[in-house]
């Protein structure tokens, strides 16, 4: 089964000392509402999520020996960056148009930043009641990641044993490098704290169209905050 990932990158360099930049460094909030500008007038005001009906997920990350922010947006539809000042950008933006034929036993190296968060009991007897705990730990990164990994041996499916879902490809767990990331936090959402971690490896696709779906929905928490796109370059087929 074939599968193609059709949508659009934006590639935005900002110096991050520019005010804009800068604001949105120190808070998730400002961060949205930069990569939510490029997609005005799309979605009617007062509908819900409207960043999922976009398809709208993002990364960044700073380089600090030329005071960069590197932002990358992917979406659905077309977006207008023309409200972001001309001297907060350091180069052009690029607008790419990414049309990925997705087959079984594709190989990919993936990056992505990812929150992880577990279902845990919340410890209060009779209640079977849990609450969601961030995965703090590289180990419990790699763990929350092998339990939604699709074994090629069981072929298609939806969800594992424990009803997670999977992502639709094997990921090679010997190939896994976890970074954690400080987390992010908004003045705007006193209770809001994102705990991240940069994950980078290699998988296989096994199922073309739940593997589409992890690319164009994202993976994990924190999707409207910078966490979940995950980037793949195709390494070869499975042979």
């Known amino acids: ?33 930069l990569v939510m500008s490029g997609f005005r007038g799309w979605v009617e005001d007062g509908q819900s999520d409207p960043r999922a009906q976009m ?22 539809v077309t977006p207008d960056w023309s409200l972001i000042p001309r001297e907060a950008l350091t180069s052009r933006i690029e607008s790419i148009s990414v049309d990925q034929p997705l087959r079984k036993g594709d190989e ?5 930043v990812l929150s992880a968060l577990t279902a845990r009991p919340d410890g209060r007897p009779g209640t079977g009641r849990s609450r969601k705990v961030p995965a703090v730990r590289p180990d ?15 072929g298609p499916g939806s969800t594992a044993d424990s009803g997670v879902r999977f992502i ?8 896994l490098a976890i970074r954690m990331l400080p987390p992010v936090t908004s003045r705007h959402h006193a209770g809001l704290k994102i705990t991240r971690s940069e994950v980078r490896g290699q998988l296989v696709v096994v199922d073309p169209e739940a593997f589409h779906r992890t690319l164009t929905d994202g993976l994990g928490s924190g999707r409207a905050y910078g966490c979940g796109l995950v980037l793949v370059r195709q390494s070869g087929p499975r042979p």
């Open 1 to 33: 089964m074939t599968n193609r990932l059709i949508t659009c990158h934006s590639i935005i360099a900002l110096d991050a000392r520019h005010p804009v930049a800068a604001r949105s460094l120190l808070d998730a909030q400002d961060m949205h509402r």
């Open 55 to 76: 398809g709208i997920l993002s990364t960044w990350n700073v380089d600090l020996k030329t005071d960069t922010l590197l932002l990358v947006v992917q979406s659905k």
């Open 108 to 112: 990919f190296t993936f990056r992505t």
């Open 140 to 154: 419990q990164v790699r763990d929350w990641l092998t339990k939604r990994s699709q074994p090629t041996v069981e």
């Open 168 to 175: 639709g490809a094997e990921i090679d767990r010997r190939s």
